[in-house]
Every structure is written in structure tokens, then in C-alpha cells.
């Protein structure tokens, strides 16, 4: 089948999402393009979650400008798309005099940047700050934060859903044709007529680069690898610890998360494979150690899971890293805007580069904005942070306020039926996962997630076995074991 619309943007991270949104302000059809069941998949909801400040990147370049951006307009986009963000601030923590050099000059690379509230503390404003932490002196970023990264992506989608945008989940993009004066994008399910395209594929990215013709970007893997610990921990952790940064790699931190958690990680190994995510078991030893000099904490038993990410680094012919590239090239590939190595800090900066990319596109054609986009995402308050009157209140309405599907993330039945019902459609069990915590908690999914699924058949009528885990092939149920039970 072939489709028509204005513009379409390939790709469903924080990335893509972000640029879906912010183009639905415009009197524009826009179709979502993603390989995958539902949007964050990919490095998107793989990361630290850390909302940087901006000192970490060369002076002029568009990571530090973009990141000091996203950083100043994370409490408004927390605000309109109910995701949680904390401005919780972060300290990179030294012991020598070289260390010391490297936060002075970090610093001054912060303040060039445009990044405030950065300060050099001693040892005792740094236990005041973070107790424990091994350190004889710190940099203070006083306005870095965390947040939810699933459901700043999420709510970034769904906003654009709710303001006309399109998903087509299960469209892996894998040839692009021009066609007068547009694109014609096929995929193995439909094809899609486009004016304007926005290429926000992450790990896709070169190869649709490639299609469109332009060429010769080199784009390498750095694959990062995390432990996550029990909520025990999160108290003891009030904001992100990092070692002395190397002018390409922050070093493996430790991280609360918005939740309570804490993650450890990452290390940094160079990949071609983009596609595995497996945490081999020495990795796990590596990094407990690695950052036990930071924070004594780390024991094996609170280690409730592991995970990785995969960056995509724009490197040139001597592998040195690049900026983000944001670009139209007008001589190849007019009306198609092409965004390629956007690795950390793309999460902070997702909705500056969205607005950047955009404006591309507004500097050649003239696009009206239209008068009733909404940038509010209707969000309910959890059960679990909910007050006891609140909870009464709340299951006098609706009596699935009672059940408790999750118990170690106290989700509701409720909540879970909410989550099914999504503007996206989706019906992955990361789907409802990462929509409501269920299965994120110390048992990992043990008690809550046949439960889960039983609601996703009945809601939906949709057989068990067609159920998916995360990714098409991901089937949880192969059938039943016996006919009729
Ligand atoms: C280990 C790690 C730690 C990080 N820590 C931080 C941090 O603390 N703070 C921060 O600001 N940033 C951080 N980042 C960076 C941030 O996560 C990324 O920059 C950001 O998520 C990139 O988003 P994206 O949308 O470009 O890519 P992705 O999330 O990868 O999304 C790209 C999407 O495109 C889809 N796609 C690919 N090819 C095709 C195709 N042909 N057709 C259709 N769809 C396609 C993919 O399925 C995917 O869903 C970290 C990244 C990693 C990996």
C-alpha cells in the first residue's frame, strides 16, 4: 500500500520523537517510521539518564550548545509531558593535582559553554553533598540532573500522536527513491510518499544516510555496559558520582535513578555489532570494582540487573570524534534532513536538536504553524506515589485501584489497563513495562508478568502467543500445552 503524507521521520528514539512533536506544531501529516514494536528500544532507554550541563564538549560545537539548551528546558518539557525529571546536580570527583588541572579546564570549557552553577568544592562540601564517596575534592555541577528516559521518550511520541502525528511500528525503512521533487520510502510492509524526511535512526543512521546519497560518514559502536542495584541503595546515592572525565569518555559513575535505583556503568567498548546487548559476566566484576573507588556500596547481592547501550559515534578517517551533524545537503538530497552521530548528550539534548533540525527544513520552505497543537500529555499520578486519602480516592473510582498487579513497584491493575490502552497501540510487554515500572522491580518480572499478559489477551483480544517480549521475534508463549485448558 502506498501512503502520502508531508513528512516522515525515521526512526523512534528520543530523537525521532522529539522531532515528530515539535513538527506537529506545524499544519503538517507526519508518519513515524520504526523498525521496531514500539518507540525507545534502542540507545534511547540505554542510557545513563543523566541530564548533563554542557561543560563536557568542545567549545562552538553543537553537543555543547544543544545540551546547554536541553539542560535550561527540561523543568517546562517535565512539566508538559509528566515525565520525571530531578535537578538532583552531579559531581565529578578527583584525588591529584593532574585531576584537579582537568576539573579547572573542564570547568572553563563549562563556562565558555554557557553552563552555570559549576564550582570546585573541597572534600567536606563533598561528603556534605554525597557521604561516602571516596574523593579529596570535587566539580560541582550544580544544575545537572536525572530522569525517566522511557517516558520522556514515550510522552514525547505520544504528544505527537495526540497532535496528529502517525506510528507505523514494525516498518524497518530499506530503500528511499526520489521522486518528484519528494521521496518514496520503501519498507517490507507499505511504502510511503513523502515531501520531507528527517533521518533520526541512531544506529540506522549511515545506512540511511547511504540511501539518500549521501555518503562517506564513518560511524563506529561504543558499547556501554550497566549493573542495576536495589532500591535499598538509592538514599545513600542523592546525585550522579563520575570519576575525572578523559576528553572522550566520562569513566564509569555511579547514577540514583528517578526511581530510586542506582545504575553503575558504563564502560566504553568499541563494537561493530549493533545489535547485541548481552552483558557478559566479567564486564559485571569489572564495573563493581571500577566503581567501588568511587562509592564503597556495590555488592553483588544488590545487583538486580544488567543492561547495555550502544552509542553511535560519527568518527573522521583518524577516529577522532565528531559533533553531532545536522544537515540538508540541497545538492543531493533537498527536503531531507540528515542527522548523524548522536551519541551523549542526544537524551538531554533531543528536543534542542529536534527544534535545530527543524529549523532546516524552515529556512527552504515555508511551513505554517497550526493553531491548536496541544504540548500537554495528560499524565496520572502512580499508585505507588500516591498518599493513602489518595489511594482510597483513587479505588473509589475505579476499583482496579485495588488489585495489585506488581507488588515490588506496587502497579495496579488500573494502571496496567491504562498503559494497554496507549495512543501508540502498543502491546509489547516492554511496552507496558516501561509505561508503568511493572516488572522493574527486585523480582524482575517473576510474579507480575503472566499476570500482565493474561490482561493484554483480555483487553485487547489478542491470543497469547502473539504476544512479543520487546522485538517481532521476541515471542513469550510458543502455545498451550494442552487443547482446551
Ligand atoms: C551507554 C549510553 C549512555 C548514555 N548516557 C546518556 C546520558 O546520560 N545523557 C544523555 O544526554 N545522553 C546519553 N546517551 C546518549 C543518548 O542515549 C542518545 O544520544 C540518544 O538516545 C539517541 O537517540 P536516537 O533517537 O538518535 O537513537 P535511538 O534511540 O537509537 O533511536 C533510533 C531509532 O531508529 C530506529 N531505526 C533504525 N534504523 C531504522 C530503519 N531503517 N527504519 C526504521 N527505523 C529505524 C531504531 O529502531 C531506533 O528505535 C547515552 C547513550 C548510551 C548508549
Not at 114 to 140: Q, S, T, W, Y
Not at 169 to 196: A, C, M, P, Q
Not at 202 to 224: F, N, P, Q, W
Request: proline share 3%.
Amino acid at each position: 500500500m502506498l501512503h502520502s503524507f508531508d513528512a516522515a521521520v525515521i526512526g523512534g528514539g528520543v530523537v525521532g520523537s522529539a522531532i515528530a512533536r515539535e513538527l506537529s506544531r506545524y499544519d503538517l501529516s507526519i508518519a513515524v517510521l520504526e523498525e521496531n514494536l514500539d518507540v525507545v528500544c534502542e540507545a534511547s532507554g540505554r542510557n545513563s539518564a543523566v541530564v548533563h550541563g554542557g561543560f563536557a564538549y568542545d567549545r562552538g560545537s553543537l553537543k555543547a550548545r544543544l545540551c546547554v539548551e536541553g539542560n535550561r528546558m527540561m523543568d517546562q518539557l517535565s512539566a508538559e509531558l509528566g515525565f520525571r525529571f530531578i535537578r538532583s546536580g552531579k559531581v565529578l570527583v578527583g584525588n591529584t593535582d593532574e585531576d584537579m588541572k582537568q576539573l579547572e579546564r573542564t570547568m572553563k570549557q563549562g563556562f565558555d559553554n554557557g553552563a552555570a552553577g559549576l564550582e570546585i568544592i573541597d572534600e567536606e562540601k563533598l561528603h556534605e553533598l554525597v557521604p561516602a564517596v571516596n574523593g579529596r575534592f570535587a566539580m560541582f555541577s550544580r544544575f545537572s540532573g536525572i530522569m525517566d528516559p522511557f517516558l520522556f521518550t514515550i510522552n514525547l511520541a505520544e504528544n505527537a500522536a495526540e497532535n496528529g502525528a502517525r506510528y507505523f511500528f514494525g516498518h524497518k525503512v530499506l530503500s528511499i527513491r526520489k521522486r518528484n521533487g519528494g521521496y518514496i520510502l520503501h519498507t517490507e510492509e507499505d511504502d510511503f510518499s513523502v515531501k520531507w524526511l528527517f533521518n533520526a535512526a541512531g544506529k540506522g543512521a549511515k545506512d540511511i544516510s547511504d540511501m539518500l546519497g549521501i555518503t562517506g560518514y564513518r560511524v563506529i559502536g561504543s558499547k556501554g555496559n550497566y549493573l542495576v542495584l536495589d532500591k535499598r541503595l538509592g538514599p545513600l546515592l542523592p546525585m550522579p558520582v563520575y570519576p575525572v572525565p578523559s576528553n572522550t569518555y566520562m569513566g564509569i559513575h555511579v547514577t540514583p535513578t528517578v526511581d530510586g535505583n542506582v545504575t553503575v556503568g558504563p564502560d566504553a567498548v568499541n563494537t561493530d555489532d549493533f545489535g547485541y546487548y548481552g552483558v557478559p559476566a566479567d564486564k559485571m566484576e569489572y564495573l563493581r570494582e571500577s566503581a567501588s573507588t568511587l562509592w564503597p556500596h556495590i555488592d553483588k547481592k544488590d545487583v538486580i540487573r544488567t543492561f547495555s547501550g550502544i552509542l553511535s559515534k560519527w568518527v573522521d578517517s583518524d577516529g577522532v570524534i565528531q559533533d553531532f551533524r545536522i544537515e540538508i545537503r540541497d545538492d543531493i538530497a533537498p527536503g531531507a534532513v540528515n542527522l548523524i552521530g548522536i551519541e551523549s548528550p542526544g537524551l538531554t539534548a533531543a528536543v534542542p536538536i529536534a527544534r535545530y533540525a527543524i529549523s532546516l527544513l524552515l529556512d527552504r520552505f515555508c511551513i505554517a504553524l497550526k493553531s491548536d497543537f496541544n504540548p500537554v500529555h495528560e499524565s496520572v499520578k502512580r499508585f505507588m506515589d500516591m498518599d493513602e486519602e489518595e489511594r482510597n480516592e483513587a479505588i473509589s473510582r475505579d476499583s482496579g485501584y485495588g488489585l495489585l498487579v506488581c507488588s515490588c513497584e506496587k502497579v495496579t491493575e488500573a494502571e496496567i489497563i491504562r498503559a494497554i490502552h496507549n495512543p501508540l497501540g502498543v502491546h509489547t510487554l516492554t511496552g507496558i513495562k516501561y509505561r508503568t515500572r511493572a516488572m522493574m522491580g527486585g523480582c524482575q518480572a517473576g510474579f507480575c508478568q503472566m499476570k500482565i499478559e493474561s490482561l493484554i489477551e483480555k483487553e485487547l483480544g489478542i491470543k497469547g502467543e502473539d504476544i512479543r517480549y520487546m522485538r517481532d521475534s521476541s515471542w513469550v508463549l510458543s502455545g498451550k500445552m494442552r487443547d482446551g485448558r
